[in-house]
């Protein structure tokens, strides 16, 4: 019985840094539209990141794979999810983010670092056939759900994008455009 209780404590701290998740309280300058709180956590095990971001009618969830090196966004208001290759020189490593929101989580809400990455993104018309191609986690959250494939504007300006945009801001770390029709409705 011992054994037991000592084992199962052992596992749970080997298995906490596996599965680190982070609250983060996100205020009008994050989040376009008022406050919310995004939520990280990351999968050391399966080498994935989930970011949620929980603010009423613009609530998103976005999935990075760094095995696959896709990332998807499922945008709750447009009933969509987008798809797109993971920015290695923008986006952080995993071992980076977790540290990073680790940092975040410390210093509290008055502290300010360097100014966060754009990202800018085409969705393409056409709905993406074969969700597997991506890898079972983002298969898993896009299931069931009208999917686009998304290709980055190398140098873009959202100043210079005529059409509709949406924004998925990533805490202080990335500010990611969505920009096509599949966003306007």
């Not at 987008?82 to 502290?111: C, F, Y």
Request: aromatic share 10%.
């Amino acid at each position: 019985m011992k054994f037991t209780i000592v084992f199962a404590g052992l596992l749970g701290v080997f298995l906490t840094p596996a599965f680190a998740d982070y609250n983060i309280n996100i205020g009008d300058n994050n989040n376009s539209g008022g406050s919310g709180q995004q939520t990280v956590s990351v999968n050391n095990q399966h080498n994935v990141a989930n970011v949620d971001n929980n603010n009423g009618w613009d609530s998103w969830h976005s999935l990075w794979d760094y095995n696959t090196g896709f990332a998807a966004t499922r945008l709750f208001s447009k009933k969509v999810c987008i798809v797109h290759r993971m920015n290695k020189g923008a986006m952080p490593s995993l071992q980076a983010l977790d540290t990073m929101v680790k940092e975040k989580k410390l210093q509290g809400e008055g502290q300010r670092g360097p100014p966060p990455k754009g990202l800018m993104y085409s969705i393409s018309s056409n709905p993406v056939n074969n969700l597997d191609e991506f890898g079972g986690p983002i298969a898993g959250m896009c299931n069931q759900v009208p999917t686009y494939m998304a290709d980055e504007i190398q140098g873009a300006s959202l100043f210079f994008f005529s059409g509709k945009c949406f924004n998925a801001n990533v805490l202080w770390i990335l500010n990611i455009s969505f920009c096509g029709k599949t966003v306007e409705n």
